[in-house]
């Protein structure tokens, strides 16, 4: 696997601390929760791809949750995959030898809210994909742009995007009062979801599909990964709660994040994964 380094400036944009180490736990429980949506997802791709791709760019890449799916559904790919966090980074080399795919991924630390210079490098691209990325630059329009340079006449580009938080519980815990995860998400998810359809046009692309991926498993479907995903999920909203919700929510939350107690979210058999994805595959013309 090739490492390229491109860090203009905004090197402490990254935490290197617990906060890219539990983000990187979310993630990839998500991939592993949610397999079913991202095998679905780069199937549609490659029905709407002339022909299959063979230089795949990943923006934002994280982990590689992405990056990995893409190198499994497109077998004779390479996959470039950009990230500002060398730490992210540092997990995708792990992970794309742990799959067997090393020698098809290479990755580049760079803030792509700056020219994508040495990115050029590996293209011009069939492929890219943005994956909860978008929202996250500076600005979107400039980010789609290059986006839009850097790939070859007919490529494509898919952008997703979490439209809201999972939710997990039944509406009734256990503990507390009913509807206890309906407020949390009331209280902590106050933005709007992300809409690129114009911003996607704008940059010159032809928006081939939007797609809000509806996604609603139980166990008996995801496994027992599911509670380690909610704990991590639900854990992180419990951060963002305190000034937000009253005592008695609190406390409930705090009894089903606990391990140690009767309707612990770590033991349970009802909790099923409700969340909704949406998706933009747009091709350059
Ligand atoms: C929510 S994570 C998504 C990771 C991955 N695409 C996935 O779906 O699992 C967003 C990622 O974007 C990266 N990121 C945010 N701003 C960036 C920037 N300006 N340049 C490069 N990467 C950035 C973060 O480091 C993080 O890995």
């Known amino acids: 696997m090739n490492t390229r380094h491109e860090v203009h400036g905004h090197i402490g944009h990254e935490r290197a601390d617990g906060s890219a180490i539990a983000l990187t736990r979310l993630l990839e429980l998500d991939a592993e929760v949610l397999a079913s949506y991202l095998a679905e997802l780069t199937a549609r791709i490659a029905e709407v791809a002339d022909r299959a791709p063979e230089r795949i760019l990943d923006l934002g890449s994280g982990p590689g949750t992405g990056t990995l799916a ?95 938080f999972p939710r997990f519980l039944p509406r009734y815990a256990g503990v507390g009062r009913p509807g206890l995860e309906a407020r949390l998400h009331a209280a902590t998810n106050t933005q709007p979801p992300h809409e690129w359809t114009g911003p996607l046009q704008d940059a010159g692309f032809s928006v081939v599909e939007r797609r809000p991926f509806e996604i609603s498993l139980d166990s008996t479907q995801t496994g027992p990964v599911l509670n380690d995903y909610a704990q991590v999920c639900l854990t992180k909203l419990r951060s963002h709660a305190t000034d937000v919700l009253d005592a008695d929510d609190l406390a409930a939350l705090d009894a089903l994040l606990d391990a140690t107690r009767p309707h612990s979210i770590s033991r349970r058999d009802d909790l099923s994964v409700r969340t909704t994805r949406t998706t933009w595959i747009a091709r350059r013309p």
Do not use: C
């Open 70 to 164: 893409l190198a499994r559904r497109f077998g004779s790919a390479t996959v470039t995959a950009a990230d500002i966090s060398p730490q992210m980074l540092h997990r995708l080399h792990k992970q794309a030898a742990a799959y067997g795919v090393a020698e098809r991924v290479s990755t580049v630390e760079a803030n792509l809210d700056e020219r994508w210079t040495e990115i050029g490098e590996g293209g011009p691209f069939d492929l890219i994909w943005a994956a909860a990325f978008l929202h996250h630059v500076a600005d979107p329009g400039a980010t789609l742009a290059q986006a839009f340079e850097h790939l070859r006449p007919g490529g494509l580009l898919a952008v997703t995007e979490m439209d809201f």
